[in-house]
């Protein structure tokens, strides 16, 4: 079983930038892809970004592609979320996901493993 851990979300103004982090423990493989999700009041959950198992290959949703960036560090433990220009659309519970395999994902449901996510609130 693999237990993911979302940190780095918070309150921050229109046109700041957060980092959040995600860090995978237990029966975790290194080649497992991971992505990160995003969940407002009242709407679907909406993919985010996701990155192969070795960093080579990275995806983007159509609203955050230029402001967000996906990265993983050597060891393949931590996921980052680098967020730029935030707006208050962005606003929404964010969620690390991994999945069973190495190739990305845009699919929720492709996902195996998900974290409790962290508030990520953007003021305007």
């Known amino acids: 079983q693999v237990q993911l851990v979302e940190s780095g979300g918070g309150l921050v103004q229109a046109g700041g930038s957060l980092r959040l982090s995600c860090v995978a423990s237990?029966?975790?493989?290194?080649?497992?892809?991971t992505g990160w999700f995003r969940q407002a009041p009242g709407k679907e959950r909406e993919f985010v970004a996701s990155?192969?198992?070795?960093?080579?290959?990275?995806g983007y949703g159509d609203s955050v592609k230029g402001r967000f960036s996906i990265s993983r560090d050597g060891a393949k433990i931590t996921v980052y979320l680098q967020m730029n220009s935030l707006t208050a659309e962005d606003t929404a519970v964010y969620y690390c996901?991994?999945?069973?395999?190495?190739?990305?994902?845009?699919?929720?449901?492709?996902?195996?493993?998900w974290g409790k996510g962290t508030q990520v609130t953007v003021s305007s």
């Open positions: 990155i192969s198992w070795d960093g080579a290959n990275t």
């Open positions: 996901a991994q999945r069973r395999a190495p190739g990305i994902s845009y699919e929720y449901h492709s996902y195996d493993y």
């Open positions: 237990g029966r975790a493989f290194a080649t497992y892809a």
